[in-house]
T-cell receptor, first 114, second 115 residues
Framework: DTEVTQTPKHLVMGMTNKKSLKCEQH?????MYWYKQKAKKPPELMFV???????INESVPSRFSPECPNSSLLNLHLHALQPEDSALYLC?????????????FGPGTRLTVT | AQSVTQLDSQVPVFEEAPVELRCNYS??????LFWYVQYPNQGLQLLLK??????LVKGINGFEAEFNKSQTSFHLRKPSVHISDTAEYFC?????????????FGKGTHLIIQP
């Protein structure tokens, strides 16, 4: 099984809402990632978890809060977002270790903030 | 810090013609290089990767890439494209500096296959 699943596929939320994005993999990977992709742009790294610990936070605003409850799950909690946060949010996973291993991407959650 | 340059934002090619998508990287240390493809409304799929060893790397769907250290390039090629190859192609680099690192992507090249 080389699949990374993400739910929901689409999400529309107001600026005062609280919502969560979910990501799951069953490949035994110990590194998981969140990327943000705006239209016609490349993905931009947001967070990296390695062995369930946050190892990289690319200066992401605190209205985005990641969580890694176990080695298979990765959440992204959203609160008080702005319209400019509308984007495709991609989750990825890989074996952990020195950037050596390819990342497997999920299909993404398309988020619209109104 | 490493960076990736994809000079061509869009490449139109006729079906069954060969194509080359260009990628140059900038890094003072050894890097790992990847090509990913993104079809409309989908996530990214790995085409191929270069970690070490042979500079010619073969990937899925008939794609191959050649690592050229002196020119700091990692161009993607396919001898004969198909309509289904229409997609966005991203070159990416990771830093083998230890731990799990994210990827740094180029801006992407939109491959347009014309019948």
């Amino acid at each position: 099984d080389t699949e990374v699943t993400q739910t929901p596929k689409h999400l529309v939320m107001g600026m005062t809402n609280k919502k969560s994005l979910k990501c799951e993999q069953h490949m035994g990977h110990r590194a998981m990632y969140w990327y943000k992709q705006k239209a016609k742009k490349p993905p931009e790294l947001m967070f990296v978890y390695s062995y369930e610990k946050l190892s990289i936070n690319e200066s992401v605003p605190s209205r985005f809060s990641p969580e890694c409850p176990n080695s298979s799950l990765l959440n992204l909690h959203l609160h008080a977002l702005q319209p400019e946060d509308s984007a495709l949010y991609l989750c990825a996973s890989s074996q952990a270790g020195q950037g050596l291993y390819e990342q497997y991407f999920g299909p993404g959650t398309r988020l619209t903030v109104t | 810090a490493q960076s990736v340059t994809q000079l061509d934002s869009q490449v139109p090619v006729f079906e069954e013609a060969p194509v080359e998508l260009r990628c140059n990287y900038s890094s003072s240390v050894s890097v790992y290089l990847f090509w990913y493809v993104q079809y409309p409304n989908q996530g990214l799929q790995l085409l191929l990767k270069y970690l070490s060893g042979s500079t010619l790397v073969k990937g899925i769907n008939g794609f191959e890439a050649e690592f050229n250290k002196s020119q700091t390039s990692f161009h993607l090629r396919k001898p004969s494209v198909h309509i289904s190859d229409t997609a966005e192609y991203f070159c990416a680099v990771s830093d083998p500096g230890g731990g799990a690192d994210g990827l740094t992507f180029g801006k992407g090249t939109h491959l347009i296959i014309q019948p």
